[in-house]
């Protein structure tokens, strides 16, 4: 691949080069490319890219239509782009080539750095932006992707977790809370954003708001069927307590942060040559 180029899939697969968005081609030649975007740089066995494609009944003309889409995704990538070795294909990019490999390197460097608010916020801000969409676009829905695409959108809420709680750390209360009422309308059932969004309510001394929050959450929960757990009591009872001593901002420490599961996505991408 050219070194300038980016495959991007946390959206519609396409291809970012300097002169802007290019196509990969057709629905096939992006679930071939998905395909082997997943496998992180590894190589594919062609058997397995029949049924990305076609399922458990490819047509006779299988091999050779694999064929022309690997030669057409070369013509976009790159000659070198798609190696073919051991009746298999590898994807032979760098991981900042490919965007949902740089948004979990990001995640994993925001977590690292989460005891620094500041550098920590930029680094969660810089990875969701890489997102435009549905991972892997209109194959989201597709079953060689379903799991790899609920993977990366839990990264995604959790990466967003992050970011509002280190605006919470910054003392952005009034920031965190507008981000925090749209994210619970997104992810109702999200216990940790509930959490988060009642925490800067009564950080921002906005008690009847947050005990409305308590019971908005309460009201979600029972609607599914579900209890609350002991940590929204315990929220309740501080704001009922009333004011606390001043927190100081760049004291708070950031937690409930995971690390990206191990995956086919977070092995080494060779170096494209």
């Known amino acids: 691949m050219e070194r300038d180029h980016v495959i991007r899939v946390l959206g519609p697969i396409d291809l970012l ?33 029949r049924f990305v494609l076609w399922g458990v009944t490819p047509p006779r003309s299988a091999d050779n239509s694999l064929q022309t ?13 798609i190696v073919h070795a051991d009746h298999s294909y590898r994807l032979d990019a760098r991981r900042d080539q490919i965007d949902a490999l740089r948004f979990e390197d990001l995640l994993v460097q925001a977590t690292e ?21 549905e991972a892997f676009g209109d194959l989201t829905d597709a079953e060689p992707f379903r799991l790899e695409v609920i993977r990366l959108d839990e990264l995604r ?3 967003m977790e992050l970011a509002l709680e280190t605006e919470l750390a ?22 940790r954003l509930w959490h988060l969004l009642i925490e800067a309510l009564l950080r921002d001394d906005r008690r009847v708001e947050a005990l409305r929050s308590c019971q908005d959450f309460r009201d979600t929960l029972a609607d599914a069927g579900l209890d609350a757990g002991h ?6 009872r501080r704001i009922l307590r009333g004011p606390e001593p001043e927190r100081q901002p760049h ?17 080494p991408v060779p170096n494209g040559s």
Not at 231 to 236: K, P, Y
Not at 254 to 260: A, K
């Open 17 to 49: 080069t300097p002169d802007g968005p290019r196509s990969v081609g057709s629905g096939n030649c992006r679930a071939l490319l998905g395909a082997l975007v997943m496998a992180a740089g590894h190589a594919v066995p062609i058997d397995q890219l």
């Open 69 to 81: 889409y690997v030669s057409r995704l070369r013509h976009v990538l790159g000659s070198d782009a």
């Open 113 to 133: 750095a989460r005891t620094d608010p500041c550098a920590c916020q930029v680094l969660c801000r810089d990875a969701l932006a890489l997102w435009r969409g």
């Open 157 to 159: 809420v959790t990466t």
């Open 170 to 191: 910054l003392g952005n209360h009034e920031v965190a809370v507008a981000e925090l009422e749209s994210a619970v309308q997104e992810h109702p059932y999200r216990e």
């Open 231 to 236: 940590q929204l009591r315990a929220l309740e």
């Open 251 to 267: 004291g708070d420490t950031v937690t409930h942060v995971m690390r990206p599961p191990h995956s086919k996505t977070s092995g």
